[in-house]
């Protein structure tokens, strides 16, 4: 095996493990192996404990560092208080170095006004400007329009919009709540005339 002194990086050289051992040994540390498919398997002398919380440090750094995307949606109609909780929202998800996927559905009759999805993109931009750039621009795939932002630098970022408290809880969107600006296409009995009308029949 090919040992290496772990507090100075020498390299002892190829060892039998009894060799190894007493060299450990004669240090005071423990003989630990750190690539046993390598040819020859590599150990290294070093304190088995310190070795193991070096390790499990690393382990939680990667995990910390690595890159999460938090998807916001919106609406195009959207109230004023509901566009900027969740912007505060954003800015809670940058800071803690999130990128963002922010996707607006469109409804009904919005699909014809389009244009509206792409105008609240760029507001959201506007807005995020002191906190995040823009990855990919403002696209529309099929009934929705979406685009993906970076956080800035940590020393340039500057937060527009108050700390909010508790956690993002999404909006639970469906195809039904979408009844009263869906229009429906019906087919007479005979199945040669289709009739298209607004369907506004709210039960209750």
Known sequence: MRVIIGSTGQQLGILKTEEALRRAKSYGLDLIEVAPTANPPVCRIADFGKFKYELTKKEKE??????????????VKIGTHDYETKLRHAEEFIEKGNKLKMVLQ?????????????????????????????????????????????????????????????????DVDSDEEDDDAE?????TKDGDETVTAENTDHAG
């Open 62 to 75: 990667s995990k910390h560092s690595a890159t999460k995307i938090k998807e916001i949606k919106f609406r």
């Open 106 to 170: 469109f409804r009904g009759r919005e699909n014809a006004h389009k244009d509206l999805g792409i105008a609240m993109m760029h507001k959201i931009i506007k807005d995020l400007e002191t906190m995040a750039s823009v990855d990919m621009p403002p696209k529309l795939v099929g009934r929705a329009v979406g685009m993906t932002m970076s956080p800035l630098p940590t020393a340039k970022r500057k937060r527009r919009f108050a700390k909010i408290e508790g956690d993002y809880v999404e």
């Open 183 to 187: 229009e429906e296409t019906s087919v």
